[in-house]
């Protein structure tokens, strides 16, 4: 078991920036786990946004967001970062944290991830 515990979002204007943090509570297991963040929109399925491998030496972005969001980890602190900069209307959506042992196509899949965070969300005003 791997829980994992969102914090961050909230309400940002356009151009603005907000950061996610994402922390496990199972230390000893932390990092074994590829790292992720997805998001859902309402009425809309949930989407990759980035993904980060166990040693942080790759990372993967949706095009949406490429240049604007940054993924990061600290493994001596169990815990995920997405910074969120130049902030548009389109990033609101319920932002998750997922943790799965895939490293192939299943990393931009939710089925890839075996836990995942009770999601935070993120509104971006016009």
């Known amino acids: 078991q791997v829980p994992l515990v969102e914090s961050g979002g909230g309400l940002a204007q356009t151009g603005g920036s907000l950061s996610l943090s994402c922390t496990a509570s199972?230390?000893?297991?932390?990092?074994?786990?590829?790292m992720a963040w997805f998001r859902q929109a309402p009425g809309k399925e949930r989407n990759i946004v980035a993904f980060i491998r166990r040693s942080s030496d790759r990372t993967y972005y949706a095009d949406s967001v490429k240049g604007r969001f940054t993924i990061s980890r600290d493994n001596a602190k169990n815990t995920v970062y997405l910074q969120m900069n130049s902030l548009k209307p389109e990033d609101t959506a319920v932002y998750y944290c997922?943790?799965?042992?895939?490293?192939?196509?299943?990393?931009?899949?939710?089925?890839?991830?075996?836990?995942w965070g009770q999601g935070t969300q993120v509104t971006v005003s016009s």
């Open positions: 199972s230390g000893r297991s932390f990092t074994t786990y590829a």
């Open positions: 997922a943790a799965g042992l895939a490293d192939d196509w299943r990393i931009f899949t939710v089925a890839g991830y075996d836990y």
